[in-house]
């Protein structure tokens, strides 16, 4: 008798581009509005937390796609079933700097939540590693494909992707979810440092790309 991860679909990666736009907001959406972080910096006590995460959520989907940025997903039978945006080193993006993003999110989240997220996007900023590192601002599985390793599969396609940019010397991500950490920490993640939001702290973590990762990507 074969096991469920025999019977399992092959993952296929993908790069998605702007006709994957809505179904990457729907698997976002879900992977963030029960996150600590988004549930504070959003106000999820007020009416309304859902549309402000909706509203954040597409907002910055729309923006890595107008900067071309990095976005790849896992297929699985034809289904988009996870997502990840990739910041590229050089960008450095810097929230507070662009207006139309900032007036778009004051109208949709709010002035109080468009404040906590600015603040918030700052301190990670001035956290990032020198040299010059990915970013991984966005990631999120489909509620019904959790637990099954596309997640790890998607991480893995993510740091081959920055092994094959020169420029990059890892991946940095935050999470304040603590059950997130083992997962983390057995891709080779570290913590920067920890941001304190309300009752509660966010990690900022990096994975540094080795040389021979590198090399080894561009072999591959």
Same mark, same amino acid.
Not at 135 to 151: C, H, S
């Given at each position: 008798m074969s096991n469920d991860s025999e019977n399992r679909p092959e993952p296929v990666i993908? /790069?998605? !581009? %702007?006709?994957?736009?809505?179904?990457?907001? &729907? %698997?976002?959406? !879900?992977? =963030? /509005? *029960?996150?600590?972080?988004f549930q504070y910096l959003f106000n999820h006590r007020k009416p309304g937390y859902k549309q402000r995460v909706r509203a954040t959520v597409r907002e910055l989907v729309d923006l890595y796609f107008a900067l071309d940025q990095d976005a790849v997903g896992v297929l699985v039978n034809d289904s988009l079933v996870a997502v990840a945006f990739i910041g590229d080193p050089d960008l450095r993006l810097n929230l507070a700097n662009r207006f139309s993003w900032r007036v778009r999110m004051v109208l949709t989240a709010g002035f109080a939540s468009t #404040?906590? +997220?600015? !603040? +918030?996007?700052?301190? %990670?900023?001035?956290?990032?590693?020198?040299?010059?590192?990915?970013?991984?601002?966005?990631?999120?599985? *489909?509620?019904? =494909?959790?637990?099954?390793? =596309?997640? #790890?599969?998607?991480l893995k396609a993510i740091q081959r992707l920055c092994a094959d940019n020169p420029r990059g010397t890892g991946l940095v991500l935050d999470t304040g979810? &603590?059950?997130? @950490?083992? @997962? =983390?920490? &057995?891709?080779? @993640? /570290?913590s920067l440092g920890k941001i304190r939001l309300g009752?509660?702290? !966010?990690? %900022?973590?990096? /994975?540094?790309i080795h040389p021979e990762a590198k090399a080894t990507a561009n072999q591959n």
């Open positions: 993908v /790069r998605l !581009d %702007i006709n994957a736009v809505n179904v990457a907001r &729907s %698997i976002l959406y !879900d992977a =963030y /509005r *029960n996150e600590p972080a #404040r906590r +997220y600015l !603040d +918030y996007h700052e301190k %990670i900023r001035a956290m990032l590693p020198q040299p010059l590192a990915h970013q991984l601002p966005l990631m999120g599985v *489909n509620p019904k =494909y959790q637990n099954l390793g =596309y997640g #790890r599969h998607l979810n &603590s059950r997130y @950490f083992p @997962f =983390y920490e &057995s891709e080779g @993640f /570290r009752g509660f702290e !966010d990690h %900022i973590l990096f /994975r540094e």
